[in-house]
């Protein structure tokens, strides 16, 4: 049975820190992405990398504060989250691609992974 699991959320004020951490099970996966979804807007791209960690993406809004890396050994995908603004609060979602083979161009869109998880609450305070 394929599971992917967040956690790592919470409450932190403007100018912290937060670590998300993903496990993924039950089958072999490659791409590995982070979405975000605040109220009452769309699902956006926050950050992924690919199979052998080697290379990484991230959205503009979140480039040199946010570090997304992996441990292929214990199948988990962290966020290392700095700097924190009050606009990152969100339910963040990791993502699973269970396909060996990608372009480059879509580790930032949703329809590339194939397994999600069912997201954790960050809330950044002012």
């Known amino acids: 049975q394929v599971q992917v699991v967040e956690s790592g959320g919470g409450l932190v004020q403007a100018g912290g820190s937060l670590r998300l951490s993903c496990a993924a099970s039950g089958r072999a996966f490659y791409a590995m992405g982070w979405f975000r979804q605040a109220p009452g807007k769309d699902r956006e791209f926050v950050a992924a990398?690919?199979?052998?960690?080697?290379?990484?993406y991230y959205a503009d809004s979140v480039k040199g504060r946010f570090t997304i890396s992996r441990d292929n050994a214990k199948n988990t995908v962290d966020l290392q989250m700095n700097s924190l603004k009050p606009e990152d609060t969100a339910v963040y979602y990791c993502?699973?691609?269970?396909?060996?083979?990608?372009?480059?161009?879509?580790?930032?869109?949703?329809?590339?992974?194939?397994?999600w998880g069912q997201g954790t609450q960050v809330t950044v305070s002012s």
């Open positions: 993502a699973a691609d269970k396909d060996s083979v990608g372009s480059s161009y879509t580790y930032g869109l949703s329809n590339r992974y194939d397994y």
């Open positions: 990398i690919s199979s052998s960690g080697g290379r990484t």
